[in-house]
């Protein structure tokens, strides 16, 4: 028997990539690089980068006006991030840009927090001193006595105390990026 001059079995699978896909990829590098320049340094340095590519964005933020090179700077931005864990640095970008429903949602938690150890009690303030125990103990219980009192005399008006708990609860537990 002849042997086959394609062998299925012991063939490696080849990935045809076109060469539209190749520039659609490195169009979206330049993209996220051209990001990464605009963003503010406060915010990017929130993002792991190295050092050559801090560099080259350090760089990208001088020459930001001079349009043909700041051109030319994106593809040598993209052709660096080329060879970077940008899944991470995009899942960095979303988490920083999406830090102010993180934080709205750490308000709303707060406030959950806040009613039920005005609602529970002593109970709830143990619960809430085995997972922070650096909060004031005295503190938590005498707020939340005098919330409780001033929700008996009048219900519908805000409580005042309930307001100090809810702050000193913002203050105690700070919202961490």
């Known amino acids: 028997m002849a042997k086959d001059w394609y062998d299925i079995e012991n063939a490696e699978e080849i990935i045809y ?9 490195m169009d979206e590098l330049k993209d996220l690089g051209a990001e990464l320049i605009d963003m503010p340094a406060k915010k990017r340095a929130k993002i792991t980068l190295d050092d050559e590519t801090l560099e080259a ?3 990208g933020i001088k020459i930001r006006n001079k349009r043909e090179a700041f051109r030319r700077h994106l593809q040598f931005v993209g052709r660096l991030l080329r060879n970077k864990d940008v899944e991470q640095i995009r899942k960095d970008m979303l988490r920083i840009q999406e830090s102010h429903l993180l934080a709205a949602q750490h308000s ?16 709830a303030i143990q619960t809430l001193l085995q997972q922070h ?7 938590l219980r005498q707020l939340v006595r005098q919330a409780n009192k001033e929700k008996a005399k009048d219900p519908e008006k805000p409580s005042k105390s309930a307001q100090q708990l809810f702050s000193y609860l913002k203050e105690a537990i700070p ?3």
């Open 108 to 123: 709303t938690n707060l406030e959950k927090l806040r009613d039920e150890l005005i609602s529970e009690g002593d109970s």
């Open 57 to 59: 964005i350090a760089l």
């Open 17 to 25: 990539v076109s060469k539209s896909e190749l520039k659609r990829d």
């Open 175 to 177: 919202f961490e990026l």
């Open 133 to 139: 125990e650096d909060l004031d103990r005295s503190r």
